[in-house]
């Protein structure tokens, strides 16, 4: 059983930056693919950002989401057991619940079903 639990989230102003972090316990999260999610108020659940668990080197695969790319970045810790979700040039469209979740086997995926475990999600909020 694996654990994720996201922090940072917040009430920030258009333009502004967060940056978001989801803790995992157990011991083998470098073999995890993770990813970012969000779901706004009304909407269904969708994909943010994906990155790679450890291969042969130390290069992690990402890939975005179309409305996020060249704002928001995401990486990772393996050592402390966290990814990250960097976000920069906030829009009040990208208000929502914002979910890590972690895919136990193979590559990173931008499909949700693929993932097997879920953290509780933290709420960011973004004023125009």
């Known amino acids: 059983q694996v654990q994720l639990v996201e922090s940072g989230g917040g009430l920030v102003h258009s333009g502004g930056s967060l940056r978001l972090s989801c803790g995992a316990s157990?011991?083998?999260?470098?073999?995890?693919?993770m990813g970012w999610f969000r779901q706004a108020p009304g909407k269904e659940r969708e994909f943010v950002a994906t990155i790679g668990r450890s291969g042969l080197t130390t290069y992690y695969a990402t890939y975005y989401a179309d409305s996020v790319k060249g704002r928001f970045a995401i990486s990772r810790d393996n050592a402390k057991r966290t990814v990250y979700l960097e976000m920069n040039s906030l829009k009040p469209e990208d208000t929502a619940v914002y979910y890590c979740?972690?895919?136990?086997?193979?590559?990173?995926?931008?499909?949700?079903?693929?993932?097997?475990?879920w953290g509780q999600g933290t709420q960011v909020t973004v004023s125009s």
């Open positions: 979740a972690a895919k136990t086997t193979g590559w990173g995926s931008k499909t949700e079903d693929e993932y097997d475990y």
């Open positions: 157990g011991s083998t999260f470098s073999s995890y693919a």
